[in-house]
Each structure stands twice: as C-alpha cells, then as structure tokens.
C-alpha cells in the first residue's frame, strides 16, 4: 500500500516541494499551513488540507516538514509524537527539510525514538525556481535504511541527493553549504564594485569571470539575477535568515573547536544589512554597502585615512 503523505510548512520553498509531491506521489498528500493561500496553492496540485498538525499525524505515515528553523522543528516535532501515539503510531517517519542547528536533529531524533518514529534531516539547497522545477540538492542524515526509505520520496523534488552519514551529518553539510553561499556573496559583491568603479562594465566581469577560474553558483545565479539588476525583493531569503544560519555556523565551530575568521567578517556585512533600509530583502542586497562605503575598514596604523 502506497504511504500517505504530510507535509508541514508551505513558505517559499515548503510551498513548492510540497506541490511537487502532490503532483507525483500515487498515494495521499496532506498539507498543513497556517497560511490559506499557501493551503489553496498545494490544493490546486492535489493535495489535502488539514486542520491541525494533530491531525495530520493522526494520518500520514511519513510527514515532511519545511519550518523556519530548530525551535519551530522541536515544537512540532514533538506535537507529532504525541499525536501519533495517540492515533496507534500511524506515522512512522518524519523528515526535516528545514535548516537547524546539528544538535536539534540529534536530539529530535533522539525523543522520536521511543515513539518509534525514525527521523532524518534532509535540508534542502538551491533557489526558489529550483524548488518549483524539482531540481533541489538534498543532504541527509540518517541511518542506511531511513536513507532507502526516503530517497524515492526525496526523488520527486530533488536531482542530486547525498546520503552524508547518520543523523546530524545533514545540517552539517547545509551549514557549510550555506557559510560558503553567505561568504563568497560578500566577496563577489565586493569585486563588481571594484571592477566596476576601475571601469569594466559589471556585465562584462561577470561574463569573463565565468569563464575562468573564478566562477560559482552565486555568480551565476544571485550576482547575474539579483546584484547585476539590483534587484532585492521582500520575501525572499533576507539578511537576518542569512545570520539564522550563521548562528548555526558558529554553534557548531564552538562545539568542534574551530575558529573562522572569514566566516566572521562576512558575518558583519549581514548584521550591517539588518541595520539598513535592507532588512527584510533578498541577501544579495549586501552589494548596496559596499557601494555606499559602509564597510569600508578603518585605516591600518601606518596608512593614509
């Protein structure tokens, strides 16, 4: 018998992954939101809203969740447990596609257990348009089997998924995912600036650039579709998502003992950004301050202000 389907949070990337289901499981596929034009979006591809996250856990034998981060994962995942063992313990497998801290995933992991409910974090990577075509990177922490599990269900809205070790190992690779994503933005911003205040038109650096070595995913996708337009829009991944995630970042280097220095300068252009009329816009928006001046260093003892 084909499982049914939950899935919890449908925000700009929720959203479109649970469609994505919807539109390719044989099975059921419930949706819970707090938003109603979130829930009628996913019903127009096929699937069925439900009330509660009680509700849904009563039903779905394997639920999905795509929440804001680890305080929002601990809360629901625990309403789930508790509805599950009230239902008989229907659902049998949850799945965090969300970006928490490594210790939540453990530690979800470890309160799902005695429910008999396994977990795997799988957070999810790429952009808004590739979430609508299906075509997400996925990373996963779980065991070899909860991998088997959910991969033919991963399949339906990603392209490249990667088994990274047991729980945990997942938001391990998001996070270092993510950090380079945040650092190499403030590095490209930094040098359309440069090159274009030197006098090459910031079309022609990108073009050259991405044809040598110094080519990237953010130059193609964030500077040519967002920093080359300036083109910043409320909504999307904003400068105090970005410091979300860092935080995370950091959490986990004080954990492991590992100092980053880079990790913490491109951190300031983020913090710099919430302070601005940037707050709330897409992240790449952090070329504005370099343009502005606004991070430019103090002058070094010895140098001319």
Request: charged residues 20%.
């Amino acid at each position: 018998m084909t499982d049914t389907i939950g899935f919890i949070g449908l925000g700009v990337m929720g959203g479109p992954m649970c469609r994505n289901m919807a539109t390719k499981h044989d099975g059921r596929v419930l949706a819970f939101d707090l938003s109603d034009e979130a829930l009628r979006a996913v019903e127009e591809a096929g699937a069925t809203r439900v009330a509660t996250v009680e509700e849904l856990a009563e039903q779905a034998d394997t639920i999905f969740l795509s929440l804001p981060g680890g305080p929002q994962v601990e809360a629901v995942s625990a309403a789930i447990a508790a509805a599950a063992s009230a239902a008989g313990g229907r659902c049998s497998l949850l799945v965090d596609l969300s970006t928490t801290p490594v210790e939540v995933a453990r530690s979800v992991a470890a309160a799902l257990a005695p429910q008999g409910i396994a977990f795997a974090d799988a957070p999810v990577a790429r952009t808004r348009e590739a979430a609508q075509k299906g075509a997400l990177a996925i990373m996963v922490g779980a065991s070899g089997a909860v991998f088997a599990r959910v991969k033919p269900l991963l399949d339906m809205i990603a392209t490249d998924i990667t088994h990274g070790g047991d729980v945990g190992a997942g938001q391990v690779l998001k996070l270092v995912n993510n950090m380079l994503v945040f650092a190499n933005t403030v590095a490209l911003a930094e040098m359309m600036v440069l090159g274009e205040k030197a006098g090459v038109a910031p079309e022609t650096l990108l073009d050259a650039v991405s044809k040598g070595s110094g080519d990237s995913f953010v130059l193609r996708n964030h500077g040519r579709k967002a920093m080359l337009p300036r083109d910043f829009p409320e909504r999307a991944f904003s400068p105090e998502y970005v410091l979300k995630d860092i935080s995370y970042v950091f959490e986990l280097a004080k954990k492991t003992g590992v100092a980053l220095p880079a990790a913490d300068a491109a951190r300031s252009y983020y913090e710099a950004a919430t302070r601005t009329d940037l707050s709330g816009r897409y992240f790449p928006g952090v070329i504005e301050l370099v343009e502005r001046g606004a991070m430019a260093p103090k002058a070094r003892k010895g140098e001319a202000a």
